[in-house]
């Protein structure tokens, strides 16, 4: 199983599928691994459906319960993911990439867009995560469910993930960048809508509003609609690839 080592952290990853990369990210919020895109929770499977045309690659997020593993500090946030993320570039020698993304994936897209924009060709975010409103008090249910998991980390004590949880969640809308950001954003991308309480539809409408460049899917699930989705999605990023890839 291919990994590496930087900064005190091991990344894991998996590669599917050969021509431009495609980098993913999984959904299942901080237990995004690989695997989750085998469950029926990620209607589109980018290690299966873009393999025919694309070098997809897959990784386990730090901490997530697969085999990436790092030290968590008071300090962490979403630039401690987004530096893992370049950091599998680098090690692949990747100088540009698609982006697919869900869940919290779309969040971990945004980030990467506003720390290396001229490293992505084009992205999709399937269901972005979001907050409409105020944050409501204490740790979210899905947060508390990853902390509980982590049994090797006598680092991660309850301070520490209180402050990685306000870095994380505190700031509203998608978390990672706000409004002003997303106006700016001149990479061409497609966003397939969210529609429960995790992934609110309105944070989907508005990311597709704002984003300057965007393509937006209101139904991608099932039947009929996930078809036509997956169609979409295989033309946006053939589209976008650049020439001679």
């Known amino acids: 199983m291919p990994s590496f080592e930087y900064r005190g952290a091991r990344i894991h990853y998996e590669e599917f599928g050969r021509g431009f990369p495609i980098l993913t990210f999984a959904p299942a919020g901080l237990q995004s691994v690989i695997a989750v895109w085998g469950q029926p929770s990620a209607p589109i499977n980018p290690t299966t459906e873009f393999a025919a045309n694309f070098r997809v690659i897959a990784m386990d997020q730090r901490n997530a319960g697969g085999q990436s593993r790092a030290p968590i500090t008071a300090a962490d946030g979403w630039d401690s993911y987004t530096q893992d993320h370049i950091a599998l570039l680098d090690h692949l020698h990747i100088d540009r990439c698609h982006l697919?993304?869900?869940?919290?994936?779309?969040?971990?897209?945004?980030?990467?867009?506003?720390?290396?924009?001229?490293?992505?060709?084009?992205?999709v975010l399937a269901q972005p995560i979001g907050r409409v409103g105020?944050?409501?008090?204490?740790?979210?249910?899905?947060?508390?469910?990853?902390?509980?998991?982590?049994?090797?980390?006598?680092?991660?004590?309850?301070?520490i993930l209180d402050a990685?949880?306000?870095?994380?969640?505190?700031?509203?809308?998608?978390?990672?960048?706000?409004?002003?950001?997303?106006?700016?954003?001149?990479?061409?991308?497609?966003?397939?809508?969210?529609?429960?309480?995790?992934?609110?539809?309105?944070?989907?409408?508005?990311?597709?509003?704002?984003?300057?460049?965007?393509?937006?899917?209101?139904?991608?699930?099932?039947?009929?609609?996930?078809?036509?989705?997956?169609?979409?999605?295989?033309?946006?990023?053939?589209?976008?690839?650049?020439?001679?890839?």
Not at 113 to 120: D, F, H, S
Request: hydrophobic share 35%; net charge neutral.
């Open 164 to 245: 990685f949880c306000r870095n994380l969640y505190a700031p509203g809308f998608v978390y990672c960048v706000d409004r002003d950001f997303v106006k700016t954003v001149r990479t061409p991308c497609m966003v397939l809508a969210g529609n429960d309480e995790a992934h609110p539809y309105p944070i989907s409408e508005e990311l597709s509003k704002l984003l300057p460049d965007c393509e937006f899917v209101p139904e991608w699930k099932t039947g009929a609609a996930l078809k036509s989705a997956q169609a979409r999605v295989k033309e946006f990023l053939v589209k976008h690839t650049p020439p001679g890839n």
């Open 134 to 159: 105020p944050m409501a008090p204490g740790r979210p249910a899905r947060f508390n469910a990853w902390a509980e998991s982590l049994s090797d980390h006598p680092e991660a004590t309850s301070s």
């Open 100 to 123: 697919y993304g869900q869940c919290i994936g779309g969040s971990f897209i945004l980030n990467l867009l506003k720390t290396q924009p001229q490293r992505i060709a084009a992205a």
